[in-house]
């Protein structure tokens, strides 16, 4: 079993910048997908960005360009820098991992490691 505990969320201004980080604990090895989702209020779960073991990078459209993920292998760290932020942000934003390649986990329900969320709030 895997734990991910995400911290750094809190409450900005548009325009303002927050990083979250999620770090995982327990059988870490042979994780190959590493993403950030998030889910509004009454909205479905969306992915925002994932690496993988190859270090290959997506981001959703709506966060390209402003937001950027990275890992830190050696501490088992996962980073999601969010700049430039929209009140459209507002979220809770999940940490996630599976032992699959992230192009073979089309769905959110497909991982099978995840936190517990952190909040983000955006006001405008």
């Known amino acids: 079993q895997q734990q991910l505990a995400e911290s750094g969320g809190g409450s900005v201004q548009a325009g303002g910048s927050l990083t979250l980080t999620c770090v995982a604990s327990?059988?870490?090895?042979?994780?190959?997908?590493r993403a950030w989702f998030r889910q509004a209020p009454g909205k479905e779960r969306e992915r925002v960005a994932s690496?993988?073991?190859?270090?290959?990078?997506t981001y959703a459209d709506s966060v390209k360009g402003r937001f950027t993920i990275s890992k830190d292998n050696a501490r088992n760290t996962l980073s999601l820098q969010m700049n430039s932020l929209k009140p459209e942000d507002t979220a809770l934003y999940y940490c996630?991992?599976?032992?699959?390649?992230?192009?073979?986990?089309?769905?959110?329900?497909?991982?099978?490691?995840w936190g517990q969320g952190t909040p983000v709030t955006v006001s405008s």
């Open positions: 690496i993988d073991g190859d270090d290959i990078i």
């Open positions: 996630a991992a599976d032992h699959k390649y992230c192009s073979d986990l089309p769905q959110s329900r497909d991982f099978r490691y």
């Open positions: 327990g059988y870490t090895y042979s994780t190959y997908c």
